[in-house]
């Protein structure tokens, strides 16, 4: 009989050990989004101001914080541009928020020029009004098709200047001849 009870209380001090062994911690991740100020490379510290207008909030950035763009290909942190949008998740409150994912929406300007021209003065007023805002699909592929166009525009120039410098090369060689 005492060896059942002593049995009995081993296990259940044993299933007491092993309900505390494998107790889980809950942590709360909490996306918030917002645009990138600025980033403190010797405090690993990125500067975001949140849309809801609050005070710029700073998030610690660690070798564990994924940071990539929408398409999920990643981004140094240092190649992000002041104003881009951010979706930041993380841990932590108050002073000490800890990034475990950004997701990088680049900045981008919308340009409209508006003109004024009062009739009594004959003075004209230009006013440009930018607004940032997610390009789209249609926009990044124009931007794309155009980059290209002033890339094959710029080796056409080089290859033009070559020619001429090679034709100046040889008739210096002709007249010495």
């Known amino acids: 009989m005492k060896m059942t009870t002593l049995g009995a209380a081993l296990l259940a001090v044993g299933c007491f050990w092993s309900s505390q062994a494998f107790a889980q911690a809950t942590t709360t991740v909490t996306t918030t989004n ?93 006013t440009t009004t930018t607004t940032t805002r997610p390009m789209t699909h249609d926009e990044k592929h124009a931007l794309k098709e155009e980059r290209e166009h002033q890339k094959k525009a710029a080796k056409e120039e080089i290859e033009h200047r070559k020619d001429a410098l090679d034709k100046a090369k040889d008739k210096l060689d002709d007249d010495e001849d």
């Open 34 to 126: 917002g645009a990138f100020t600025e980033y403190v490379p010797g405090s690993e510290t990125m500067v975001v101001r949140s849309e809801t207008g609050a005070s710029p909030l700073r998030y610690s950035v660690t070798k564990q914080t994924t940071i990539v763009d929408e398409t999920g290909a990643p981004v140094a942190v240092e190649r992000i541009s002041p104003g881009s949008q951010l979706s930041i998740q993380y841990t932590g409150s108050g002073d000490r928020l800890v990034a475990s994912r950004v997701v990088v929406r680049p900045a981008t300007k919308a340009t409209t020029t508006v003109t004024n021209v009062p009739a009594v003065t004959g003075e004209q007023t230009n």
